[in-house]
């Protein structure tokens, strides 16, 4: 029996009889749920409309206060105000400064609360111009009394004008006070029914979680029932998979075995095709150096001098090949090497083979650069003709003197092949060097082409003779971007 086939029917143990439960159970959970998110919402709702009512009622109450406020800082004003036109002592005139302070700022926050309500705020403003009136006339009758008048002043606290304001003063606040009582009823009354509905809404909340938890119960229950047979079966199919991993584990095992194997092959392979070319690559370049010895052979031979320096140039451009071939170190591609082991052998072999004396010095500066191997016996063959030229032109009537060499990268990024010597210049001794049409020219030029190299040579402000080729379609990487573990071969 296949897994999928045991699964199905581990999920389909009595499954006709428990299609009618399974649907009684999803309408009463789906209506359970929708009652629950209901109620929720609306105790959300009615928990907010409660709040704000609760909101509108505490304003109510802090409007009333501060009507009342309002009188009785008024009338504080008309205590002071006699106080001190009765006594003509000032202290009376302290609390009189503080409540008219107090009675402005009160009803500058009153008009703010009932903003939304347009006709209490029409009320309220109406107090507010009646209140400066009363206070004006209080005002100017304490002027009065500063100024010593007090009869006057006595006068007009007399007159009807003062009480009048008095009066209308208190119908507008108690008209405002009887509509912030009949608003603070009306308030209570919905507070009331919000409380009552957030309570309806609690009691079926709590009926849908209940209805909710039987039905988990009931669930948990048949699961419980059914549990045991299917992990029965389970075990069973359990057993039935580690066979099968099992069965999949031998054969892996023997894939495995397989590709280490053809892996190791493919390693042999490698190493043999190494030992091949490295076999090649000294077989060639021996074959050359021999070629080298059979030139020098004939060269001692010939008696003719321009046959014999004929001879000498193609020896030391045989034996730059050889060179090149038997210090030619590949990298784990087996296709690139790095030029500056390169250059510094065929360097150092041309120094001991043509040096002689010694008083002639070449120094080096290469960039750790890799190339292809091909790029790089051109570039040993442009190299050792150039140090050539230098040594047999540079320093005709003189014992001494010192060439360099150089392999680097430009500021722009690209490569530079370079020659400089402190010899006698180009004006004094320039025939074979390059530019002056010889053998060696055509070479370094022909060879320089590949990569759209350009040649420029100048004589030295304090001697000498400088030789630069630019390659700009060389190819050079960087060491730490190539693997240079490999073989010489």
Do not use: C
Not at 85 to 109: D, H
Not at 145 to 157: L, P, Q, S
Not at 276 to 291: E, K, P, Q, S, Y
């Amino acid at each position: 029996m296949t897994g999928l086939g045991l699964t199905t029917r581990i999920f389909g143990i009595d499954r006709a009889g428990t299609e009618d439960m399974r649907r009684t159970n999803a309408a009463l959970m789906a209506v359970s749920f929708l009652l629950l998110f209901g109620a929720a919402v609306a105790a959300l709702m009615l928990a907010d409309r409660a709040r704000t009512n609760t909101d509108a009622v505490a304003r109510t109450i802090e409007v009333r206060s501060e009507l009342l406020s309002v009188l009785n800082l008024l009338q504080g004003t008309e205590t002071g105000q006699r106080g001190y036109l009765l006594t003509r002592e000032t202290k009376y005139l302290e609390p009189y400064n503080q409540a008219r302070f107090e009675i402005e700022q009160t009803l500058t926050s009153l008009e703010g609360r009932v903003a939304d309500n347009p006709r209490q705020h029409k009320r309220v403003e109406a107090l507010h111009d009646t209140v400066r009136q009363r206070i004006a006339i209080l005002d100017g009758t304490i002027a009065m009394a500063r100024e010593g008048d007090f009869e006057g002043a006595i006068r007009i606290v007399g007159n009807d004008r003062g009480k009048a304001l008095m009066d209308e003063a208190r119908r507008l606040a108690s008209e405002a006070i009887s509509e912030e009582n009949a608003l603070l009823a009306a308030r209570a009354e919905k507070a009331k029914r919000s409380h009552t509905w957030l309570f309806v809404s609690l009691i079926g909340a709590l009926s849908a979680s209940f209805i909710l938890a039987m039905l988990s119960i009931q669930l948990a229950r048949r699961q419980f029932l059914t549990m045991k047979e299917r992990r029965d079966q389970l075990a069973r199919l359990n057993e039935e998979l580690e066979k099968r991993v099992a069965e999949r584990t031998r054969e892996a095992e023997k894939a495995r075995a397989l590709a280490e194997a053809e892996a190791e092959r493919a390693e042999y392979e490698r190493g043999r095709v190494e030992l091949l070319l490295r076999d090649v690559t000294h077989r060639v370049g021996n074959n050359l150096a021999m070629v080298s010895s059979l030139l020098r052979m004939q060269q001692t031979k010939v008696e003719d001098g321009e046959a014999r320096s004929a001879l000498e140039t193609a020896r030391g451009r045989i034996q730059t090949i050889s060179t090149a071939q038997r210090r030619l170190r590949l990298g784990a591609d087996l296709q690139s090497t790095r030029a500056d082991e390169l250059l510094e052998a065929v360097v150092s072999d041309l120094a001991d083979s043509t040096l002689e004396n010694g008083t002639i010095t070449i120094r080096s500066t290469f960039d750790p650069l890799i190339v292809a191997s091909r790029d790089a016996t051109t570039l040993a063959v442009v190299l050792g003709e150039l140090v050539s030229n230098a040594i047999k032109h540079a320093f005709h009537g003189r014992s001494s003197g010192e060439i360099t060499a150089s392999f680097t990268l430009g500021p722009d990024g690209v490569p530079v092949l370079a020659v400089v010597d402190d010899g006698i210049g180009m004006g004094e001794a320039s025939e074979g060097r390059p530019g002056q049409g010889g053998l060696g020219t055509m070479i370094i030029e022909n060879l320089s082409r590949q990569y759209a190299g350009e040649i420029k040579k100048h004589r030295n402000e304090a001697g000498g003779t400088s030789v630069f080729i630019t390659l700009p379609k060389l190819q050079v990487r960087q060491p730490e971007t190539v693997s240079e573990e490999g073989a010489e071969l």
